[in-house]
Structure formats: structure tokens, C-alpha cells
């Protein structure tokens, strides 16, 4: 079983659709972040979260530490949110990322 | 901001042979920590620098070895090469605390 579980694997939307991918960790953590990669291997962070919740435009991140749960919501939904979306726990004193298996968003006209 | 930058962007190396790849930080970060991405599967940690020192290692064998430099840039060397070390190599600096992460855009390493 890995450390850091994502659901689902796969998702196809139509635009403006309300989006969801679950994140799952059994790791301690002090911190968690969802990632953003694009075909071709660029990988951005859209968040670092600790506790609560962040929101940056249509995104927003939440996370319950104790439940040892995240999720990553996409709001109004566009084609150009079409990506792999990772989360990945931040642990020990290396600062390591463990990181899930990723959620492949395709979002359709 | 100067971003992250890695280089080559893409190697071909012949099984046995030996591979360095390069990985410059965002300005400012003291944290480089470097990635192997094989096809289709998520990243795995292969260790850590901060300030010139590692910090912190994968489940990868010591023929994998890494430099930081004092202007914290940093270099991963692969000695030995394996055809399973065909991957995306990729490199993040960030502060120490893991927060203001930025991803390099990768090396492709195929190794035949």
C-alpha cells in the first residue's frame, strides 16, 4: 500500500464542471502539497497546506490532519486545467516529498 | 526570479556509462532535492542538499551521488548506468522548511 493514495486515477470532465481529487496519506507529515503537471514533465506547486484551507482562483486546497485527508477542488472548470494532479506529503527532517500516484484531469468543451 | 533551471534537457547514454546532470535553483533557496520519475509512475525521492550538504536520502544505491554548491546549485551523478534508470530526473529547490517549492522542467535520461 503506498504512503500517499489519490482518488481517482483518471477523471474526464466537461468544462465548468465542479471537480474533486481525494489525497490520502498514512505518513506523519508537516506539511502537504498538490502539484500541477503538464504533459512533458514540468511540475508546479499550487499549494503547501498545513491545516484548513487555501484558495487561489478557481482552486481551492483543503485538509484535515486529523482524518490524514486532503482535497483539491477545481471550481468552473476549463480545458486548460487538463493535467496530472499529484499531491505529495512533506515529512521528516529532510523536508522529503512522498508522493501520490497522481490524477489525470482531462477537461472537455 | 530566475526559476529553476536543469540541464541537458534530454541524454542518451549507453548502459554502464557514467551521467551528470545539472540543476541550478530558484534564487534565494538553500534546499535542492532531486526526483526520479520513471514512465507513468510518480516521483521518488532520491535525496537531499541543504547548504552543501546531503540532508536526507532515498531508496536509491550509492552509485547515485549528488553535489551542492556554495551559490546552491547541484549536481546528481549517476555512475554505472542501468537501463532502468531510464526516467525524468527532476530537480526542486525550495527553503529548508519545504515551503516556496519550484520544479525544474526535467532531464530525460534514456539509458540502451
Known amino acids: 500500500k503506498n504512503e500517499v493514495e489519490q482518488s481517482p486515477q483518471n477523471l474526464t470532465a466537461q468544462e465548468g464542471e465542479f471537480i474533486t481529487i481525494n489525497c490520502s496519506y498514512s505518513?506523519?507529515?508537516?506539511?502537504l502539497h498538490w502539484l500541477q503537471q503538464h504533459p512533458g514533465g514540468g511540475i508546479v506547486s499550487l499549494f503547501m497546506?498545513?491545516?484548513g484551507k487555501k484558495k487561489h482562483g478557481r482552486l481551492i486546497a483543503t485538509i484535515n490532519i486529523q482524518e490524514k485527508h486532503s482535497s483539491l477542488h477545481i471550481t468552473a472548470s476549463h480545458p486548460r486545467d487538463s493535467a496530472v494532479y499529484i499531491c505529495a506529503a512533506l515529512s521528516g527532517t529532510a523536508s522529503k516529498l512522498t508522493f501520490g500516484t497522481g490524477t489525470r484531469l482531462q477537461v472537455t468543451l | 526570479e530566475t526559476g529553476v533551471t536543469q540541464s541537458p534537457t534530454h541524454l542518451i547514454k549507453t548502459r554502464g556509462q557514467q551521467v551528470t546532470l545539472r540543476c541550478s535553483s530558484q534564487s534565494g533557496h538553500n534546499t535542492v532535492s532531486w526526483y526520479q520519475q520513471a514512465l507513468g509512475q510518480g516521483p521518488q525521492f532520491i535525496f537531499q542538499?541543504?547548504?552543501?550538504?546531503?540532508?536526507g536520502r532515498g531508496n536509491f544505491p550509492p552509485r547515485f551521488s549528488g553535489l551542492q554548491f556554495p551559490n546552491y546549485s547541484s549536481e546528481l551523478n549517476v555512475n554505472a548506468l542501468e537501463l532502468d534508470d531510464s526516467a525524468l530526473y527532476l530537480c526542486?529547490?525550495?527553503?529548508?522548511?519545504?515551503?516556496?517549492?519550484?520544479f525544474g522542467n526535467g532531464t530525460r535520461l534514456t539509458v540502451t
Open positions: 526542486a529547490s525550495s527553503f529548508r522548511d519545504g515551503q516556496f517549492l519550484h
Open positions: 497546506l498545513s491545516s
Open positions: 542538499y541543504y547548504r552543501e550538504e546531503e540532508n
Open positions: 505518513v506523519g507529515i508537516s506539511a
